[in-house]
């Protein structure tokens, strides 16, 4: 077997495996032949506009919640395309993108074209690059909860950026 490969676990049931392979490919987006991670955090966008309006104790709450739904549901496709940590998982980029946000909090009227470009620039940087411990999440925690985790890192590292970028503005 290759490296990342396990031996696959097929989802029996039907309905049950569409809401598994839609949700953790970002409803199709892992899917795109380049770059899928790239065009899950572009649903990352709007999950992230969307917290925008909640209260800081709700977004939390629903990113605490996305991440342990995102992490079961990720370790279930991986294990049924037999890989890993698949590229077609997506909602790990989906969390990890809408959790800079919480950077962009206090500016949400004043939101503009450059923090959002910046908001993505930067997660994607840091996903890419996985900086520690995200690459270490990447590299031994071996199930779903690694898949996401190392997004999470990613995202929280992106919102300290754009945070330090918007003081010193």
């Not at 079961?72 to 809408?98: F, K, N, P, T, Y």
């Not at 450059?114 to 940087?125: S, T, V």
Request: hydrophobic residues 55%; contains cysteine.
């Amino acid at each position: 077997m290759a490296k990342g490969q396990i031996p696959p676990e097929p989802i029996g049931n039907p309905f049950y495996k569409s809401i598994v392979l839609s949700v953790s490919t970002g409803f199709g987006l892992g899917f795109v032949p380049v770059a899928p991670g790239t065009a899950g955090s572009l649903l990352g966008l709007v999950l992230g506009w969307l917290s925008l309006s909640w209260s800081l104790p709700v977004t939390l709450s629903v990113f605490l919640v996305l991440f342990f739904i995102f992490s079961w549901l990720a370790d279930r496709a991986c294990r049924h395309w037999g890989v890993l940590d698949a590229s077609r998982v997506v909602s790990d980029e989906i969390l990890g993108q809408a959790i800079v946000f919480l950077a962009l909090r206090k500016i949400a009227p004043d939101l503009g074209l450059e923090h959002w470009l910046l908001a993505f620039i930067f997660f994607r940087a840091f996903d890419i690059t996985k900086p520690f411990p995200a690459k270490t999440f990447d590299k031994r925690v071996k199930n779903g909860f690694g898949v996401v985790l190392d997004d999470v890192v990613a995202g929280l590292y992106a919102a300290l950026a754009l945070h330090f970028y918007i003081r010193i503005q």
